[in-house]
């Protein structure tokens, strides 16, 4: 979930408890209210009936000799006027009540206004009624405008939250797209400023600027160090490479010696193979290959089958080129990737079983063309998977061939070429090895 989404979710959040809590207020506001205002207007109506019952007197409501009560309702019932003799002779008592009284076999319930008062030595009781029923209604559709126009402020919040949030990230946002996530080399990473008047995004910008910097330099250094030291390994290793020749061409060298010389000699050729190895490495990391050549990909593979075919006959193994004739590979290093493919197809010999097969892939998937070299060998450990493109590193480290460095060299010229490379494998069942390289570098008259 992005950044800004997660902080709009909780000021939604905090904003609705905000909200409820005011609600409930609000709602107990209203109704203390709306029961003020009603006494309000209970206190007035018996203020004006009082007013005339004093200009036209208690008989013209009542007849006393008859012991009748004044009863007075409105059409709706919503409220009424009652007067009455008081038997208890209460003085000046003024009381709320709520209660519920019938009307021509209805039930309603009323704020009522009990007022005691005396008129010529007579007691007589006043009770003034307005429906409380009609309030309820009056609170709830309160209430219900209410919620409405809290949901609609919440939403209106959220939406600014989320624009306000939007706003205020986008530099971090447009830091992590086109900067981190973009990240294939370092020498091609973005060391511009950031623009922003957010003091910790700009820190951020500028550690990563130098952060970058640093591994910049440690992998120049690195690569130059390997570089450099393969390079001059080269210069002693050809001088005792003849000298041990000198010695074996000189016929003077007891029997005892001579093997000793010869298995040092293939010693020295191993460590020329991995000086070159690393030679090699070393010229690809630091992009001293051109990759404007293009290449018929199934021709290719079957040049390498010619080349080393021998290998697979010792082994019987039969090794299937199943790529389509139409596809050629564009913007690439022929001579890089006939290293990667010849060091793939070699391994899939190398770890695989008398009388074993290798198939060589390819196809469209999205974006994508893939590679496949597939083999039903020995497989691979899962724990070892990991380490498998790393230097050094065998599948099979007991065999004791081969030095690590031929899937280390394949992974290298892969992502030269903007590519990725996986292995699926499964111990005793064979290894499948995947190469992606980006479609717009493939030429192929499938998709015409």
Do not use: W
């Not at 007067?83 to 000046?92: G, N, R």
């Not at 294939?184 to 950031?194: A, G, I, K, R």
């Not at 120049?220 to 210069?235: I, P, R």
């Not at 050809?238 to 060298?253: C, H, V």
Request: aromatic letters at 8%; a negative charge; hydrophobic letters at 40%.
């Amino acid at each position: 979930m992005r950044l800004e989404l997660k902080l709009a979710l909780i000021g939604a959040l905090s904003k609705i408890v905000i909200f409820f809590i005011l609600f409930i207020l609000m709602q107990q506001v209203i109704d203390k209210q709306a029961l003020r205002q009603t006494d309000r207007d209970l206190l007035k109506m018996k203020e004006k009936t009082m007013s005339i019952v004093a200009k036209i007197g208690i008989n013209s409501f009542l007849n006393i000799e008859k012991d009748s009560v004044y009863a007075s309702y409105n059409m709706l019932k919503d409220e009424f006027i009652t007067i009455d003799l008081d038997p208890q002779k209460h003085v000046s008592d003024l009381v709320f009540s709520d209660e519920a009284r019938d009307i021509e076999d209805e039930e309603f319930d009323f704020r009522i206004l009990n007022y005691s008062f005396e008129i010529n030595n007579q007691h007589y009781i006043l009770e003034i009624g307005k429906n409380i029923q009609l309030i309820n209604s009056l609170n709830k559709m309160m209430r219900n405008i209410s919620i409405t126009i809290i949901l609609i402020v919440l939403l209106i919040t959220v939406l600014v939250d989320i624009g306000i949030n939007k706003y205020l990230l986008n530099p971090l946002n447009k830091m992590i797209i086109t900067k981190v996530k973009t990240i294939t080399n370092p020498e091609t990473f973005d060391f511009s400023e950031l623009k922003s008047t957010t003091s910790d995004f700009i820190y951020l910008n500028n550690a990563l600027n130098e952060l970058m910097h640093k591994v910049t330099t440690i992998l120049k250094n690195q690569q130059k160090f390997t570089a450099d030291v393969s390079h001059e390994l080269f210069t002693p290793i050809s001088i005792m490479q003849s000298k041990l020749e000198n010695l074996l061409s000189s016929g003077n060298l007891p029997k005892q010696f001579t093997a000793n010389i010869l298995e040092q000699q293939n010693n020295l050729n191993r460590l020329q193979q991995i000086i070159k190895a690393l030679l090699l490495i070393a010229r690809i990391e630091n992009d001293q290959f051109a990759k404007d050549e293009s290449t018929k990909f199934r021709e290719l593979i079957d040049e390498i089958i010619i080349n080393i075919e021998d290998r697979a006959e010792m082994k019987n193994i039969v090794i299937e080129n199943l790529v389509h004739p139409n596809f050629d590979l564009t913007n690439v290093n022929k001579s890089l990737i006939y290293i990667m493919m010849f060091n793939l197809i070699s391994n899939a010999i190398k770890y695989n079983r008398e009388g074993g097969h290798i198939r060589i892939d390819c196809s469209e998937i999205g974006d994508k063309f893939c590679i496949e070299v597939i083999d039903n060998g020995i497989g691979i450990d899962k724990d070892q998977l990991s380490n498998i493109f790393n230097r050094f590193k065998r599948a099979d480290p007991s065999s004791g061939e081969g030095h690590g460095l031929g899937l280390s060299i394949a992974s290298s010229i892969v992502h030269y070429h903007n590519g990725s490379i996986d292995v699926q494998s499964v111990r005793g069942e064979g290894s499948t090895f995947r190469i992606h390289f980006p479609l717009k570098d493939v030429n192929s008259q499938l998709r015409s």
